[in-house]
């Protein structure tokens, strides 16, 4: 049975679709002012998982992520300025423009990453009418109130605020300490639905008329407006980092039970960070990694799978070249292993079982990769038996195991090894001998082709 820790009742729960066999999960995508980084990407990888366990156990998912693109203030408590609207400025090029190079940039990152796509990447930009007539049902209901600068959600009439952080009103004051303050706001917790384009924010790039005057939606509504437009007013499973929910998702929870009246989402599951020299790695911060700095430094970006699967998800990752070098020597190994076995037949059930086991206990990865390594070492599995049981367990760990053995498979041993050499030369910047090698390569009739996930040999089909 499926279970994972959900940060509603702090327990692990045995998953309970709301349907049948159709599961809803919605994971916070990134905000697209900047590149992504491992940190975010860590994230997006739990999304990924979530989804390919909820898929080998049976279950059609509808994926949605998100791209935030207005609205999402440099500090997530709503002070600031907007991200998007702060770098158009400083680059002087539009906030649409900006958008469309970091979300092109985020799509590369995740695809060199074997996230699958989600079925609806939703723009905030694009789902200005939902988040309005989200805005005018809260209103409606009694749970706004205007200032000159803004609308607010009045955090007092929903009684249940902040619960599922734990928090007394205190606490959540604390939490949500503003340091620019609107003398207006009732309450330091409430927080903004629609800006106003007026005093420090009138020359706001991005805007939209509305009931409230010309504006644009804070961050949090854009992600109860677009969950409950695509997947309906309570849904199965709602995912993010651990930053996210002491406000970001307290506060979608606020506004999204008190528009409806029902339970928001049944299961919330966080990631937690990861870590650089002992401390969260962050956009802000400056220091951080990106994937294609990985890449540039000589690694196959599934090492960084690798390496992420191997650290439950709830457990923080301290990240290091030398712990990312292991999990790419892992990943070799794994992948020469596998490039020797003859065709993919028959099965092993009991390394099946014990794998789904791993899975299903909520997300147990490195337990999950520990049985990998057990099926390669035992004597009693046929070794295509072996590959068979991989090729299956990989529809969750989406190591590319099927496609790196039949690239193997295709490929003859002669050119196998010259590739090896090119490779070998290109390590040591030899680019000349490189060059000859790929020559001779071609001349025997393939075609190399440098991807980041190791070099590619393809037959010349004339
Ligand atoms: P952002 O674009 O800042 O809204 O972040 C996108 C996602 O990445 C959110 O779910 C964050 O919680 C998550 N995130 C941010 N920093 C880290 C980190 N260092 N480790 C893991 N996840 C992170
Ligand atoms: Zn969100």
Redesign the pocket.
């Known amino acids: 049975m499926l279970q994972f820790f959900n940060d509603l009742s702090k327990k692990k729960e045995i998953f309970t679709p709301i349907k049948k066999r159709g599961v809803g999960l919605y994971?916070?995508?990134?905000?697209v002012y900047n590149y992504?980084?491992i940190?975010?990407l860590?994230?997006?990888l739990l999304n990924d998982i979530l989804r390919r366990t909820l898929e080998y156990n049976g279950y059609s998912v509808k994926n949605i992520i998100n791209i935030?693109d207005v609205g999402?203030l440099t500090s997530d408590a709503d002070t600031g300025e907007d991200k998007m609207d702060k770098m158009s400025k400083a680059e002087g090029r539009a906030p649409e423009e900006i958008a469309q190079f970091f979300t092109d940039a985020f799509l590369a990152d995740i695809k060199d990453l074997n996230i699958i796509h989600p079925n609806v990447l939703c723009k905030a930009t694009e789902h200005i009418p939902q988040q309005i007539k989200l805005i005018k049902k809260l209103e409606k209901n009694g749970f706004t109130y205007q200032t000159s600068e803004a609308v607010y959600f009045d955090t007092a009439k929903f009684p249940e605020y902040g619960k599922m952080a734990g928090f007394s009103e205190k606490k959540t004051q604390e939490a949500q300490a503003r340091v620019e303050e609107d003398p207006e706001k009732k309450h330091l917790a409430d927080f903004t639905l629609w800006f106003k384009r007026v005093g420090r924010h009138a020359h706001h790039i991005m805007h939209w008329d509305s009931p409230w005057g010309d504006g644009w939606p804070g961050w949090h509504i854009e992600c109860s407006a677009m969950s409950m437009y695509y997947l309906g007013k309570t849904f199965d499973i709602h995912g993010?980092?651990?930053?996210?929910l002491p406000v970001h998702h307290i506060n979608e929870i606020a506004q999204s039970e008190a528009a409806t009246g029902q339970k928001f989402v049944n299961y919330w599951v966080h990631?937690?960070?990861?870590?650089m020299d002992s401390k969260?790695?962050?956009?802000s911060e400056g220091g951080f990694i990106m994937l294609q700095n990985l890449i540039e430094k000589g690694f196959n970006p599934l090492a960084f799978r690798y390496l992420c699967l191997n650290t439950h998800y709830r457990t923080q990752l301290n990240f290091s070249f030398q712990a990312l070098e292991a999990a790419q020597n892992a990943l070799n190994k794994l992948y020469q292993a596998i490039n020797d076995f003859p065709k993919p037949r028959g099965r092993a059930p009991e390394f099946e079982e014990r794998f789904l086991t791993a899975i299903n206990d909520d997300l147990n990865m490195p337990s999950a990769l520990a049985v990998v390594w057990d099926l390669l070492k035992t004597k009693n599995i046929k070794p295509s038996a072996k590959l068979n049981t991989l090729f299956k367990f990989d529809k969750v760990l989406g190591l590319k195991f099927e496609e790196t053995y039949n690239n193997s498979q295709d490929t003859p041993e002669e050119i196998k090894l010259l590739a090896q050499d090119r490779e070998e030369a290109r390590q040591e910047k030899n680019w000349k001998r490189a060059d000859e090698i790929r020559k001779k390569i071609q001349e025997a009739g393939y075609l190399v082709e440098d991807t980041p996930t190791g070099p590619d040999i393809k037959k010349i089909i004339l």
């Open positions: 994971t916070c995508g990134p905000t992504v980084h940190g975010n860590r994230t997006f935030t999402h993010g980092g651990i930053d996210l990631g937690e960070f990861i870590l969260k790695m962050a956009r």
